[in-house]
């Protein structure tokens, strides 16, 4: 990324809107403010941002569903913000694909890294999974389309992913039947490291299950290592 990225910050508070947009300046970035999301929308029109850090808790259509609406639009890197020790809120941004969450109050060092990571992370992979960019892979009864990011099953009918269970199932299929702990699994997939209590990999991984696994419950392909993480139980091919 050659110029200074541009960030979207959507959040109906003024006070954090404009501490955030001086902060991210002052750090070599480029940012612009929104206080709902048709602001935001209105800003998008006008201007290409590189992520959005998205509040939750907003006026209006919230964060939840902005997130829903972007991820189904394009590929562009969400963080959201959340209310402190609100799981939930938390876990179901993942899940309709946010990039990562940060819960309020914060420290502006912290989303400032949080960002870099995220941005990092995308210029990797802005065409796709990593090094598994323009394949088709098989595995067990699936196949997925990396390119397109599309999950077929035998019979032919895919199975929409998120951005995060994109990112996870890659990283899986990149490195089958090999052990990876929580720690390292969190750090391929959002480039930041594991905190105490973490379980967002956890969260990650069942969602994942249910959509691939025959039953969830007693997963065959995801398979849990006690004590060491998770790992891929079958094998992957390419396909031409």
Request: glycine residues 6%; hydrophobic residues 40%; charged residues 30%.
């Amino acid at each position: 990324m050659t110029r200074p990225p541009h960030i979207l910050i959507v959040d109906d508070h003024r006070e954090i809107r404009d501490a955030l947009v001086r902060y991210l300046e002052k750090n070599g970035m480029r940012a612009t403010s929104a206080a709902d999301a048709v602001a935001m929308d209105a800003a998008m029109k006008v201007a290409e941002f590189d992520l959005v850090v998205l509040d939750v808790m907003m006026p209006g259509e919230d964060g939840l569903s902005v997130c829903r609406r972007l991820r189904a639009q394009g590929g562009i890197p969400i963080l959201m913000l959340t209310a402190l020790g609100d799981d939930t809120d938390r876990i179901v941004g993942l899940e309709v694909g946010a990039d990562d969450y940060l819960p309020k109050p914060f420290n502006p060092r912290e989303l400032l890294a949080r960002i870099k990571a995220i941005l990092r992370r995308s210029d990797r992979t802005e065409v796709t999974g990593g090094s598994l960019a323009g394949h088709r892979l098989a595995f067990d009864r699936w196949v997925l389309d990396t390119d397109h990011r599309i999950l077929t099953d035998s019979d032919g009918v895919e199975v929409a992913l998120t951005t995060a269970e994109f990112r996870l199932l890659t990283v899986f299929l990149e490195r089958p039947r090999f052990v990876l702990s929580r720690e390292q699994l969190l750090d391929m997939t959002s480039g930041r490291a594991a905190e105490v209590f973490d379980r967002t990999i956890d969260n990650q991984v069942s969602r994942l299950r249910r959509k691939i696994e025959l039953d969830p419950t007693r997963p065959a392909l995801i398979t849990t290592v006690w004590g060491g993480g998770y790992s891929l139980a079958c094998d992957v091919k390419e396909m031409q």
